[in-house]
């Protein structure tokens, strides 16, 4: 919290009384909580954030992570969030935190995942029920976001009819789905690359496509020469030409998110 120095002016000029200044507001306080948690007979480690400074009930935010698992990149995910109002919990899509730096493990991690469609749900619902368990959440706003391979996790649960108020996909793989006309029940928000290699224009269009049909309130923002992972500052360390970071793109999508919260939550 920033204070403001008080100087002794009344000793400097006698005759002239100085009227206290008005209290200033408390800036944020972000709290941060590891939390083990289970799907089944698996063990997951999610990550949740709060401001303990922040009055009553609000929004409750899942964040799936990239193919690398819960790093500590969704950590800071969940923390801006926090600062924003919400709650953010990074959730573990892989089972026991796992994690890794290296594009091979990744694909590892990844592949086993979505091949497994009924453990996919059962994660992410085991999340959903955690983030419900906390006390500063209003169970009655409920969002989702995902990175990368996390941005396919979301858009399958609003595929699916998830009681999200809103899914938003960053760099998100639009891998094609079958969805029913009015199924998708929540807002959904597409912020894609234009020069993504593994979301090409077509994958784009078909999803509109798809959206479309099923009837479904929905955007898609695209980033000129924006690429791959361009919300992480560590893509361009990986070694694949296909990712990097883009500052500017960072802060247009995250800034177009919080206006659909803002929109919709106020």
């Known amino acids: 919290m920033r204070r403001n120095t008080q100087y002794a002016l009344f000793a400097l000029f006698p005759l002239v009384s100085c009227a206290p200044k008005p209290a200033q507001p408390a800036g944020p306080s972000i709290q941060t909580r590891e939390i083990e948690y289970r799907a089944g007979a698996t063990v997951l480690h999610g990550y949740l954030a709060w401001d303990s400074a922040k009055a009553g009930k609000r929004p409750g935010i899942l964040i799936v992570h990239e193919w690398w698992g819960i790093d500590d990149h969704v950590r800071k995910v969940a923390r801006q969030l926090a600062e924003a109002g919400y709650v953010g919990f990074a959730v573990d899509m892989y089972g026991d935190g796992k ?104 994958a784009v269009e078909n999803f509109r496509k798809e959206m479309t049909a099923a009837g479904a309130h929905f955007e898609i923002v695209t980033y000129p020469g924006a690429k791959h992972g361009f919300t992480n500052p560590r893509a361009d360390s990986v070694g694949m030409p296909q990712l990097a970071y883009n500052a500017d793109v960072d802060r247009k999508s995250w800034a177009a998110m919080l206006a659909l919260f803002k929109e919709l939550w106020g």
């Open 99 to 202: 994690h890794t730096a290296h594009p091979d493990s990744a694909q590892q991690f990844m592949n086993a995942a979505m091949a497994d469609p009924a453990g996919l749900n059962a994660r992410f619902a085991a999340a959903r029920d955690e983030l419900l368990k906390d006390p500063h959440v209003d169970s009655a706003k409920l969002g989702a976001i995902g990175y990368c391979f996390g941005g396919a996790v979301v858009l399958g649960q609003a595929r699916a009819g998830a009681d999200l108020a809103a899914v938003v996909t960053f760099h998100g793989a639009l891998v094609p789905g079958k969805v029913d006309s009015g199924a998708v029940k929540g807002r959904v928000l597409v912020l894609t690359g234009a020069d993504d290699p593994f979301v090409p224009p077509a």
